[in-house]
């Protein structure tokens, strides 16, 4: 039943901007949390981005903080991801995921960003920054 699905990537130049969008089916209550995580080849997964359902309360990793924002349209039952100011080094594939209760405390932690908490996880969506 429950299920996220995440859209939105391609291609774009150093400085340009991409939103990614995240549409979660089948939950019933609001105290979930939609991660964001992005992974490139040779690297482990890491988690830039955290959006409380409840409240809208978002968390951002250093390395995305202050070019990334993330928001939610609860009526839509939507999640966005607003990249902004793009480089190089953003080139991933980008998955969204849901996992119950509040992004804090465990966002920003390795456990966090091995996706250990989250439930649901949607295919992917290539992001790739080049000129």
């Known amino acids: 039943q429950a299920q996220v699905a995440e859209s939105g990537g391609g291609l774009v130049q150093p400085g340009g901007s991409l939103r990614l969008s995240c549409t979660a089916s089948g939950f019933t209550s609001d105290y979930y949390q939609i991660g964001w995580f992005r992974q490139a080849p040779g690297e482990e997964r890491e988690g830039v981005s955290c959006?409380?359902?409840?409240?809208?309360?978002?968390y951002y990793s250093d390395s995305v903080k202050g070019r990334f924002t993330a928001s939610r349209d609860n009526a839509k039952n939507t999640v966005y991801l607003q990249m902004n100011s793009l480089k190089a080094e953003d080139t991933a594939v980008y998955y969204c995921a849901q996992g119950g209760g509040g992004c804090a405390p465990t966002f920003g932690s390795t456990w966090y960003s091995r996706g250990h908490g989250m439930e649901y996880w949607g295919k992917g969506t290539q992001v790739t920054v080049s000129s």
């Open positions: 959006i409380n359902m409840r409240d809208g309360s978002t």
